[in-house]
């Protein structure tokens, strides 16, 4: 059975910092693996798609890798903002179609 | 990109009704969607993969008289959560997969979720 883990859980920066988020997850055989934001109480937003035979997939001030055989993926955010302030979530999926999803990153940006 | 939508956002309801979700897959067909609960301060957990003109796979844990999913066409699938007890208070998200991209099962879209509160 997959596993996702997120660490830190929690994490608070100020304004500018860059930082990495980290996903470690137990099944390598694994189809592609998603990055998502989400608000309190709102809904998903992808971030990042990397599929397994990528390395690596960059948006704006985000750049997310994947090390599939040793089941590690990290999501760099660079120049942290307030408005970065959520809960970030991994998510494994299989070629079934399934996710697995971590517990989650709650990150804080200060001004 | 895709989208997908839920109706509705947010319902309360009394314990012992049943509620209806609706998750629409706007511009594209998705032959699979999945449904998807998170209790506060957790993660999305699978409920249940739903088919088009098939039976829902539910997860292991997850009760399939009380979670009725209804996948009746390839833009629409239903979660009615029967005789809902406060217990079933959460946060249901569902997803859609595009076919064609990325693979066989593409990628996933998430819809906005919706809250239900069972008093």
């Known amino acids: 059975k997959q596993e996702v883990t997120q660490i830190p859980a929690a994490l608070s920066v100020p304004e500018g910092e860059n930082l990495v988020l980290n996903c470690s997850f137990t099944?390598?055989?694994?189809?592609?693996l998603q990055w998502f934001r989400q608000d309190p109480g709102k809904g998903l937003t992808s971030l990042l798609l990397?599929?397994?035979?990528?390395r690596e997939q960059t948006s704006g001030r985000l750049n997310a890798s994947l090390d599939k055989s040793s089941g590690r993926s990290t999501l760099y955010i660079a120049a942290s903002q307030p408005g970065d302030s959520a809960t970030y979530l991994c998510?494994?999926?299989?070629?079934?179609?399934?996710?697995?999803f971590g517990d989650g990153t709650t990150l804080t940006v200060k001004p | 990109g895709a989208v997908v939508s839920q109706h509705p956002s947010r319902v309360i309801c009394k314990s012992g009704t049943s509620v209806k979700i609706e998750c629409r897959s706007l511009?594209?067909?998705?032959?699979?969607m999945f449904w998807y609960r998170q209790f506060p301060k957790q993660s999305l957990m699978l409920m249940a993969t739903?088919?088009?003109?098939?039976?829902?796979?539910?997860e292991q844990g997850v009760e399939k008289d009380k979670f009725l999913i209804n996948h009746a066409s390839l833009t629409l699938s239903t979660l009615t959560v029967t005789s809902a007890h406060p217990e079933d208070s959460s946060f249901y998200i569902c997803?859609?997969?595009?076919?064609?991209?990325?693979?066989?099962?593409?990628?996933?879209?998430f819809g906005p979720g919706t809250r239900l509160t069972v008093l």
């Open positions: 997803s859609a997969v595009a076919p064609g991209q990325g693979g066989p099962f593409g990628t996933q879209y």
């Open positions: 099944d390598s055989a694994i189809y592609n």
């Open positions: 990397i599929q397994s035979s990528q």
């Open positions: 998510a494994v999926n299989t070629n079934a179609g399934k996710s697995t």
């Open positions: 511009d594209f067909q998705a032959t699979t």
């Open positions: 739903s088919n088009e003109g098939s039976k829902a796979t539910y």
